[in-house]
């Protein structure tokens, strides 16, 4: 059963892993718009990024028993590059899963997580962007988890799409 827990300074490799296997399987499927074609650990400043991100309040790592490290999650303030909040809100600041079988529904796991963090501090809704180019699977994706579209942003020539879900409890 995977678990999660906070990430620590010493996931960074295990999380530079998942961000180089992504890459990896990105340019299989001819999707190098989104993060290029030069995997995370070969440039020093996503490796800065990822090393700075583990060491944060409010970032989470999901461990399987078997595979390590399969999913990382950090939640907190908005990026500058999308629309300030117009109401107390969590953003979902990086999420991304392990391309391993076992990992399946990891991602979608921690976006529930993400959901209960955003509920225990009392917040009104939860919002995350992502890569708007290609074929559209990666907002398609937020959108099964119950994320609704809002606005649209470029990053120079990257497309963004901000998402957002309200956070209420279940009945």
């Not at 976006?111 to 939860?126: I, P």
Request: charged content about 25%; hydrophobic content about 40%; glycine content about 10%.
């Amino acid at each position: 059963m995977t678990s999660i827990r906070p990430a620590r300074p010493d996931d960074a490799d295990a999380v530079l892993r998942l961000f180089d296997d992504a890459i990896a399987w990105f340019v299989t499927i001819g999707n190098t718009g989104q993060w290029g074609t030069t995997p995370f650990s070969e440039r020093p400043e996503q490796v800065a990024r990822v090393r700075g991100w583990v060491a944060e309040p409010g970032s989470w790592v999901a461990e399987h028993p078997e595979a390590g490290v399969v999913g990382f999650l950090a939640l907190g303030e908005a990026t500058e590059y999308v629309p300030a909040a117009t109401e107390p809100e969590l953003y979902v600041r990086v999420l991304i899963g392990s391309r391993d079988p076992r990992a399946k529904g990891t991602g979608r796991r921690l976006l529930e997580f993400a959901h209960e963090e955003a509920l225990a501090a009392g917040v009104g809704k939860l919002r995350v962007d992502c890569y708007a180019g290609g074929t559209d699977d990666l907002v398609r994706f937020y959108e099964s988890c119950g994320y609704t579209r809002t606005e649209t942003f470029l990053v120079g020539e990257w497309p963004g799409q901000v998402l957002e879900r309200p956070v209420a409890r279940r009945a």
